[in-house]
């Protein structure tokens, strides 16, 4: 018995070592990458769609949209926005506000322009208020840039182009800290998106806002204008997109097959929703129906979308630092296609090479549809998500023990091993002794007669958990291991209080079971090694934690 506990307990280390030994080489190599390629927060194309882009607030790199060439590079400054405008016919050049406090403007090398021609190659212009800024954007045309600052005030500045000066005015008016900003189409608007669930509509000719847009309020999704600057997109539900008037009117709304993280308005009335499976979806604004959907590239966290003027490229940047040039037209699925299991990456196609760039990329989610319903969401794996788990189980004991039930509470993440979820759990159990125990110890003089079964230790879990159906049922599947510690107990609270030496043991679990909207049930084939083997059941609840990183777009 013993030489069996010996060798159970080595092998239950030389896994853990295994494991922390991977965690600290892929950790290694992060810091490594990470040195390198960041996730790009920012893109955005010149007016005539023959430049691009990439900013990763480190470092902005300008691309001949053609060739995939790098024309410059700007460095040393955290940038929060950049952005392209045409200074004349044959200047063109980029604006960034920069963690400095200032508006940085230059001109990108170009063969044509010599460096003689041009009025400045760089300038930087401070903005009037001292204090950290938070977020930043830019109007189309590069006059407007409006400015949140860290105490959530709002500053609009206009700038004068040939006396290189900026004018301010000053705004005030969400309670709660802002976390979005984005200007119309047009220029005359933008709008600001707080934690107090309002989208606020702004004018770019005075100094207060137009209107209150209510949106979604469990969730930070983005918004947009509509092309034609009339109307605001924003979601109204986790899957729910609504047009909105300038009254908080909702004119249409309909369902996305995807849980919406993004929306982009798209010319001739499409819009563009980035789903929180990193797909791309297109919708028609004016009947709600699904027109396609672009498959993210590879398993990174897509942080910014950008499409060009004439809309037959999308730029797509991602969390480890890659980014994408797809041509919407050759890669659009439309809905009648069938969806590919795997995504091939064709290389006219890559523009930035991140550290989880592959050839091909397997997609964690697939779509099927319904001609005679509203089309739901199908994904083969969960999101990414962590949370705190609790849950309340029954074990059948053998004998002399008749039941037993048990309390878990822990943390779980399927980030870390995605598409595996792992987590700790913290296990206090209860056994029930039957009536006709017997046994009978004598514990401190104390006679300890049909005693209780308490237990307590710590559980590892690891598993995989899929949705195979449109309703959002899921199915898992578990494997868990741990080490308890049993103690008999009189299950007297007084002085009379006896409890027998401790017993400790090592477990094994596999499980199989199912969820929905965060509720579990998992039925369990347990080993304990004092116990034998066990069958148990639990039902658990899972509350989520904010994400660790939020996405970006242009």
């Known amino acids: 018995m013993y030489g069996n506990n010996q060798f159970l307990r080595q092998f239950i280390f030389l896994i853990f070592a295994v494991l922390f030994l991977q965690v600290d080489v892929f950790a290694e190599e992060l810091v490594a990458q990470d040195e390198l390629q960041i996730a790009i927060t920012e893109m955005n194309w010149a007016s005539n769609d023959q430049f691009f882009l990439l900013n990763n607030n480190k470092i902005v790199v300008v691309y001949d949209s053609n060739s995939l060439e790098i024309l410059d590079t700007y460095k040393n400054y955290n940038f929060l926005a950049t952005s392209f405008f045409n200074e004349s016919d044959d200047i063109l050049r980029i604006?960034?506000?920069?963690?400095?406090?200032?508006?940085?403007?230059?001109?990108?090398?170009?063969?044509?322009?010599?460096?003689?021609?041009?009025?400045?190659?760089?300038?930087?212009?401070?903005?009037?208020?001292?204090?950290?800024?938070?977020?930043?954007?830019?109007?189309?045309?590069?006059?407007?840039?409006?400015?949140?600052?860290?105490?959530?005030?709002?500053?609009?500045?206009?700038?004068?182009?040939?006396?290189?000066?900026?004018?301010?005015r000053k705004m005030e008016g969400h309670k709660r800290p802002i976390y979005y900003l984005t200007f119309s189409p047009n220029g005359k608007y933008f709008a600001t998106a707080s934690d107090d669930k309002k989208i606020r509509i702004w004018s770019t000719e005075k100094n207060s806002f137009e209107t209150e847009i209510s949106f979604y309020a469990k969730t930070q999704a983005k918004m947009d204008f509509t092309f034609d600057s009339s109307n605001v997109l924003c979601a109204t539900g986790k899957n729910e997109l609504s047009i909105k008037d300038f009254n908080n009117k909702k004119l249409f709304s309909f369902k996305t097959n995807g849980l919406i993280k993004d929306i982009f308005a798209r010319p001739e009335n499409k819009v563009a929703i980035l789903s929180a499976n990193n797909n791309l979806e297109f919708y028609d604004l004016l009947t709600g129906e699904y027109i396609g959907m672009i498959q993210s590239c590879n398993s990174g966290q897509v942080t910014s979308v950008a499409f060009s003027n004439d809309s037959k490229y999308v730029l797509l940047g991602y969390s480890d630092g890659s980014a994408y040039k797809i041509n919407l037209q050759e890669k659009m699925i439309l809905k009648d296609q069938e969806v590919p299991k795997v995504r091939i990456v064709e290389k006219d196609e890559i523009v930035v090479k991140g550290y989880l760039y592959e050839d091909t990329f397997i997609p964690t989610h697939e779509y099927k549809f319904s001609p005679n319903a509203n089309p739901g969401s199908l994904g083969v794996l969960v999101d990414r998500n962590h949370g705190i788990k609790i849950s309340a189980g029954y074990t059948a004991l053998p004998h002399p023990y008749a039941a037993g039930t048990r309390l878990n509470l822990g943390y779980v993440n399927s980030d870390w091993l995605y598409p595996f979820y792992v987590g700790v759990d913290s296990r206090f159990s209860f056994g029930f002794p039957k009536k006709d125990f017997p046994y009978s110890y004598l514990v401190d003089?104390?006679?300890?007669?049909?005693?209780?079964?308490?237990?307590?230790?710590?559980?590892?879990?690891?598993?995989?958990?899929?949705?195979?159906?449109?309703?959002?049922?899921t199915l898992l599947t578990e494997l868990s291991v741990g080490c308890v510690v049993h103690f008999l107990w009189n299950a007297q609270f007084s002085q009379t209080s006896v409890m027998g030496k401790p017993y400790p043991a090592f477990v094994a679990s596999v499980s199989v079971g199912g969820g929905y909207k965060g509720i579990s049930l998992k039925i369990n084939g347990d080993y304990d090694s004092q116990l034998g083997f066990l069958f148990s059941a639990d039902l658990g609840f899972q509350i989520n934690l904010p994400d660790f990183q939020k996405g970006g777009r242009k």
């Open 445 to 473: 003089e104390t006679d300890l007669s049909n005693p209780f079964l308490v237990s307590t230790g710590l559980i590892v879990p690891i598993g995989i958990e899929i949705t195979p159906f449109a309703n959002g049922i």
């Open 95 to 168: 604006a960034s506000v920069t963690s400095d406090n200032s508006l940085y403007i230059s001109s990108i090398k170009q063969p044509s322009i010599s460096l003689e021609e041009e009025s400045f190659r760089h300038l930087a212009i401070p903005f009037l208020e001292e204090k950290e800024i938070k977020l930043a954007d830019f109007s189309k045309d590069g006059n407007y840039s409006a400015v949140i600052y860290q105490d959530n005030s709002i500053s609009l500045y206009f700038r004068l182009r040939y006396t290189h000066q900026l004018i301010n």
